[in-house]
């Protein structure tokens, strides 16, 4: 689905990616995990368009999509969220997912003025999309407040439920679990493997929570000082020196063993 | 004051209303909707007023001209001059953060009014342009009105066609990405929307009714010197409007433009009465800082404004009502 072709970026001197290259498999829920400036989401913004590889190539779907700006990529698929919500703080939770639908004739100024009943009755069908997603994510109670409003977890639903306002096929992830609460967290993960299971959207996620990995996600990537160390069920992952290694120091390696 | 000069002077004070009324939604689709900091507006409306005078006033020796055509054909040459200004400007600066855009369209404004006072073939720099027609003067007057009355149905008649138009921008998906683009970019551009296109397509629409506004105002004052577009009247009191009345909502726009044109003008006479003798020279500066003042209380006390911004009133039910 998507490929990461020998993806390397620079920032100065700090080789923030080097010679990354692994495949996103269709319809699967890949990991990518990694000590704090691994190079993840450095990673995750080159693939969504937001900075610039220094060389490599990414492809979707065997497309090269190699620097492609977000807002076509959207277009092609691919939609992603952030690692801390980018909810629009002063509309409501519904004009949040409204916002999304491509195509819509009312984002053309002119129909808007005149040709207002066809806009009103697209406009109809979009609302209606928004409700079944804010059902399937519990925030229907939630609908007319400001986004603004929401928890910390609740907006990261939000941002997730944005990727649902649009027939995607890949979605990347960014930390969708973090800063959020055990219940919440529990259907952030239910909503990815419902919508992986019923909609068929491939997921990439980085993540630190890992019982949210081990839970969620097969394949798992490891990244650690900018490359590759790993890759492979998280079992196996688990089991790995050189991870182990990585992680040492910052105290996750006794989490990574505890949940075992 | 007989009741004769109170009526004129009712008139003068609302068609002012309505012109600032005019520029403020203007400036709300650009600030308001969209986050686009524009401390130029003195330069669009300008180039509206300059341009349908320009269409409109006869022959003369001071300045081209003496095309002598219609009211309406001077609007829409001062919509259409202000909104390929504002494309001009607005590809320039489309990409500009912020607070750079709100440094080049500054910039640009001041630089166009030193346009108008030293191009004098043009618009007969600082001495000004005259014989600028008040709209449809003959059919108000056949109809007993005065050309100041006509003046004013027409700008409450411009008025509230803008306010329509902007209102129902604002309701609509299109305007629903202005704000989207307002709140967050990158956000916006995750989901699918070219932010280039629809920021330059509200300043080209903001400007526009901006240069409409200086139509209105050039044909009811009938002069026009480079004086008039000085950012204090030009920018600074329609930003007080649009802040004080609640940036984002239309309605607040048209308030902001009535309770701040009332302060402004009713200030002049107090300070005009009540300021000792000998201190009468300070009136002017004396009213900036009456509202400068005004506009840190509002910030301080109302920051959203009197009417503050209101999610839209859904344009289409959906299943569940």
């Known amino acids: 689905m998507i490929r990461i072709e020998r993806i390397s970026k620079a920032f100065g001197g700090l080789q923030a990616v080097r010679d990354v290259s692994l495949d996103v498999e269709p319809g699967s829920i890949t990991g990518l995990i990694g000590p704090n400036g691994a190079g993840k989401s450095t990673l995750f913004n080159i693939i969504a368009g937001l900075i610039p590889a220094d060389t490599g190539r990414i492809y979707l779907e065997g497309q090269d999509i190699t620097g492609r700006r977000p807002h076509r990529l959207f277009h092609q698929g691919l939609v992603r969220t952030f690692q801390v919500p980018h909810e629009f703080a002063r509309m409501t939770v519904r004009e949040n997912l409204m916002v999304v639908p491509p195509a819509q004739a009312g984002e053309n100024l002119l129909q808007s003025w005149f040709r207002w009943e066809k806009v009103r009755r697209q406009e109809s069908a979009v609302r209606d999309r928004a409700e079944d997603v804010l059902e399937f994510l519990s925030l229907d109670h939630l609908a007319d407040e400001r986004a603004a409003n929401l928890s910390g977890g609740q907006k990261k639903l939000l941002d997730l439920g944005r990727t649902m306002m649009t027939d995607a096929r890949a979605v990347l992830l960014d930390e969708p679990g973090a800063g959020v609460n055990r219940t919440l967290l529990g259907k952030i993960s239910d909503a990815i493997q419902r919508l992986n299971r019923e909609r068929g959207y491939t997921f990439f996620l980085i993540e630190h929570d890992m019982d949210l990995i081990a839970k969620l996600c097969n394949p798992v990537h490891v990244m650690a000082n900018g490359g590759l160390i790993a890759s492979g069920p998280m079992a196996e992952i688990r089991q790995n020196e050189e991870v182990r290694e990585a992680y040492l120091g910052g105290g996750v390696s006794a989490t990574m063993g505890a949940s075992e | ?321």
């Open chain 2, 1 to 321: 004051m007989e009741i004769s000069g109170i009526a004129a002077y009712l008139v003068s004070f609302f068609t002012f209303v309505g012109i600032y009324a005019i520029l403020a939604l203007g400036l709300n689709m650009q600030w308001g909707f969209t986050g686009q900091f524009n401390i130029g507006i003195a330069g669009f409306f300008a180039v509206g007023a300059y341009t349908s005078a320009i269409l409109t006033t006869p022959e003369s020796p001071w300045h081209v001209g003496g095309f002598q055509h219609p009211f309406l054909v001077g609007v829409v040459g001062a919509v259409i001059a202000s909104a390929l200004v504002g494309l001009l400007i607005g590809a320039i600066t489309a990409r500009l953060r912020t607070d750079y855009l709100a440094i080049a369209t500054i910039g640009i404004a001041e630089t166009l009014r030193l346009v108008i006072a030293n191009e004098g073939w043009l618009t007969n720099g600082v001495r000004g342009m005259s014989n600028i027609d008040r709209p449809f003067s003959d059919f108000f007057q056949a109809i007993g009105l005065s050309s100041a009355m006509g003046s004013l149905i027409v700008v409450a008649a411009f008025l509230a066609g803008v306010y329509f138009l902007v209102e129902r921008a604002r309701q609509s998906p299109w305007g629903r990405v202005l704000r989207a683009i307002r709140e967050d970019e990158p956000a916006t551009a995750a989901a699918g929307k070219n932010i280039g296109r629809f920021r330059l397509e509200a300043f080209v629409v903001g400007s526009a009714i901006m240069g409409l506004g200086g139509a209105l105002y050039a044909h009811y004052f009938g002069f026009l010197s480079p004086e008039a577009f000085l950012p204090l009247y030009g920018t600074f009191l329609v930003w007080v409007m649009l802040i004080a009345g609640g940036s984002g909502n239309n309605k607040g726009a048209l308030l902001g433009a009535v309770v701040i044109w009332t302060i402004w003008s009713g200030s002049e006479f107090v300070m005009s009465a009540g300021l000792p003798e000998g201190y009468t020279g300070y009136a002017g500066p004396l009213r900036v800082i009456l509202i400068g003042v005004l506009l840190q209380v509002i910030l301080i006390t109302r920051p959203e404004g009197i009417l503050p911004e209101k999610a839209p009133r859904a344009i289409a039910k959906g299943r569940r009502g």
